[in-house]
């Protein structure tokens, strides 16, 4: 079974500043997804980025970028110019790739990172 | 922008009561999931469908959880004796196809007293 850890309960940033959540995973599997998932208060769970294992690019939406080494397992999320807004449960979780013939349907996600932002 | 929209938004009820939870997928997506969330824990997986059956579980989905498709937009989670452990906030998802990414709903958060 695939697990997901996120070593960093929480972080703390000042606004406009650049902060790095970190995730590292376990799996057998070669073909996969990983995900990082936004929780505002809200609680609703907004997709931020996500990176398919067989692209060695890794990712990048606006502010948003990931480090993703696949010898490592390793897959940290960069959010550059942190803003207000940004304040949130981050989670990073991991789906195999079905097409691959790889088993969940279901997302695997880690514990979390609680980010604030610091005025 | 189509989202996936769930009803109530809370709900809470006495152990041992069944209760119902909705959701409203995208309308042209296949897939769909439920995941729970206790508080304080990590998001965990309990079922996905499609074609009007379970393509998957997982070991928290026992037989106290029942998931139906009742008619062209509706999908829902049934629990049918709660556990004051049922305690959750409970999100829906859907895909438009397996691969692809889900979208998250709103979440329902359930109290059991």
């Known amino acids: 079974a695939q697990t997901v850890t996120q070593s960093q309960p929480e972080m703390s940033v000042q606004e406009a500043e650049t902060v790095t959540l970190s995730c590292t995973y376990d799996t057998s599997e070669s073909d996969y997804y990983l995900f990082w998932y936004k929780q505002p208060p809200s609680r609703q769970m907004i997709l931020v980025i996500r990176q398919e294992a067989y692209k060695q690019q890794n990712a990048t939406e606006n502010r948003f970028s990931v480090n993703f080494q696949k010898a490592a397992k390793s897959f940290s999320l960069k959010i550059s110019d942190s803003q207000l807004g940004d304040a949130a449960m981050y989670f990073c979780?991991?789906?195999?790739?079905?097409?691959?013939?790889?088993?969940?349907?279901?997302?695997?996600f880690g514990k979390g990172t609680h980010l604030i932002i610091q005025p | 922008e189509p989202e996936v929209t769930q009803t109530p938004s809370h709900q809470v009820t006495q152990m041992g009561q069944e209760v119902i939870l909705r959701c409203v997928p995208i309308?042209?997506?296949?897939?769909f999931y439920w995941y729970r969330q206790i508080l304080g824990q990590k998001v965990e997986f309990l079922v996905s469908f499609y074609n009007n059956e379970i393509s998957e579980k997982s070991e928290i989905f026992d037989d106290q959880f029942s998931v139906e498709r009742p008619d062209g937009s509706n999908f829902t989670l049934k629990i049918r004796s709660t556990k004051l452990e049922d305690s959750a906030m409970y999100f829906c998802?859907?895909?438009?196809?397996?691969?692809?990414?889900?979208?998250f709903g709103p979440g329902t958060r359930l109290t059991v007293l």
């Open positions: 998802a859907s895909s438009r196809r397996r691969n692809n990414e889900q979208f």
């Open positions: 979780a991991y789906r195999s790739n079905l097409l691959s013939g790889g088993g969940a349907d279901g997302l695997t």
């Open positions: 309308s042209n997506h296949l897939y």
